[in-house]
């Protein structure tokens, strides 16, 4: 099963679909991810990409698009997987279609009110050794990652300041993109305005109740 994760940023996207790939066992694609990767290996075009990603907008479509295939020519997604952060734009969206980049078969639109999320801005960290996604307010009190025992590292783009224009941009350039796969019958719409758990139980009740093919037999492997 194909998965698109959709939604504002600090909706909680990585959050569910780390949740969702340790259930299921399916692997995680993030575009945010593969992007920091290629800052941190001090390629050309990570230091392209973070010049971009410090203001909070978007990297060129042109390198996003050839990370992103790159990645889903990769062995380990044939089968499936749970994708965050590509198609991201109206030209994004024409590359995806036109150069058939890959099959979605879920959307989930992850819907929080922007106080909310403005509210999880200054909470997140995300251990820099796994990448695994922790806030301050859910008040578990890890010193460090819970997974691998790595530092917490903070999101340079992670400020009040900078998420102002990364929601702009998302109202602006993303969210007009999800009546494509509106169009196409994908989209199911989760409420994620709670924790990561009441979040994920929600988004399962959806699927749960949802006619789009083959996905109740995907909840039945787990
Ligand atoms: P968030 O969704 O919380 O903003 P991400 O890690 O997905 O976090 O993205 C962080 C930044 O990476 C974005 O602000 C943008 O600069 C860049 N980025 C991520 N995905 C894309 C994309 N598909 N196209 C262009 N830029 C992207």
């Known amino acids: 099963m194909k998965f698109l994760m959709f939604g504002a940023p600090m909706a909680g996207k990585g959050t569910l679909a780390n949740m969702l790939a340790e259930d299921y066992h399916l692997p995680t694609i ?68 036109d150069d058939h980049v890959t099959d979605i078969d879920v959307v989930v639109n992850l819907e929080v009110p922007y106080e909310v999320l403005l509210s999880r801005v200054v909470g997140r960290r995300t251990c820099k050794d796994c990448g695994y996604i922790y806030n301050t307010s859910w008040n578990m009190g890890y010193k460090k990652c819970p997974k691998c025992g790595g530092e917490w590292g903070i999101r340079s783009d992670d400020n009040e300041e900078t998420y102002k224009t990364r929601y702009e941009v998302y109202l602006k350039e993303t969210l007009p993109i999800l009546d494509y796969f509106k169009s196409q019958g994908k989209v199911l719409s989760v409420t994620g305005d709670k924790d990561p758990r009441q979040s994920y139980e929600n988004m399962i009740n959806e699927f749960k109740k949802s006619e789009i093919p083959g996905l109740k037999r995907f909840l039945e492997q787990r």
């Open 30 to 97: 993030s575009m945010g991810d593969i992007l920091r990767e290629s800052i941190e290996s001090g390629s050309e075009e990570g230091k392209i990409a973070k010049g971009y990603m410090d203001k909070g907008v978007m990297v060129p479509t042109a390198l996003v698009a050839k990370m992103i295939k790159n990645r889903l020519a990769m062995d380990d997604v044939q089968e499936g997987f749970i994708l965050d952060g590509f198609p991201r734009s109206p030209d994004q969206l024409k590359v995806f279609i």
